[in-house]
């Protein structure tokens, strides 16, 4: 018979309901400690947490990880229905919702903007928050860095080594991976070449205009009551001292974990000290926290 320990570790790929009938790819794990609810940054998948659920099942608590809405296994919008940021918190509101106990939110970057905009919208959606290097206000130059790397292949690649080495040249600090092990962040095209798994429409419809809607995302901050920790990281050109300031000063009960070798990816740069950053967090919340909500929330409206 398997341990208690193992089964915590299996995980298990479903799909999931999203917002205006929006399919979402996921895998989730089993547990008896507090759910924690992963949601990854601009151009991920949920492997983006891979390594890092893992190690939390294998603490004991429940996990559910998803791909964002045209990243993925999940579906993409319609060719006549654009991206807009309302779409993602809405998707979040709904998977959260949709859990029987609020669950600990850990996002990266755009997951966080987004868990920052759910959470304002329905206080109490989750008992606590975990935002991986992002704050409302972030560094233009880490942005452009970021859309040029996604932007620079609008045809795709040649190969998965082709694809490999644009990587190792965007992540020079990262052990250079193999093109075979890429196989999931890419799709195949008729032609033989190689696309990325995000709809290339995300970056002209969401991001390239993000910055626009820092008043509003830095407002949210405002409202969020739960608690909330802040991991960022040292060698981060998307989040800096200055910006991190203004986010606690925004919300002065948060707490912050400053992680000085890691870059804007923290949990893939040093998942160990990224997860043993989550879990101190976590052994020292209140017991309140993973109490259930009141009232049940579906999303059934959105």
Known sequence: MANSSSLSRTSEDIVLHGAHGIALGASRTTGR???????????????????????????????????ARGHGDSDWNPADTPYHGDQFTDDLIVVAGEL?????????????????????????????????????????????????????????????????????????????????SLRALLRPTQDGRWNWHWDPRLVDELARDSEQHQDAIAAAARKVRCPLLLISGGRSDLVSPQTVEEFMALVPHAQHVHLPDATHMVAGDDNNAFTAAVLNYLDALPSAAASARTEHVTGASL
């Open 33 to 67: 400690r507090p759910p924690i609810l992963f949601a990854h940054g601009f151009g991920q998948t949920r492997g983006a947490w891979a390594a890092a659920a893992e190690t939390l099942a294998t603490a004991g608590h429940a996990t559910l990880r998803y791909d």
């Open 100 to 180: 029987p106990t609020p669950p600990v939110l850990v996002a990266a970057s755009m997951g966080g903007l987004f868990g920052l905009m759910a959470e304002a919208r329905w206080p109490g959606l989750f008992s606590a928050m975990v935002l991986v290097d992002i704050t409302p206000r972030w560094e233009t130059g880490g942005v452009e860095r970021i859309l040029a790397f996604m932007s620079a292949h609008p045809h795709g690649f040649a190969s998965l080594e082709a694809a490999a080495d644009s990587i190792a040249a965007y992540m020079p600090h990262r052990p250079r991976k193999s093109g075979d």
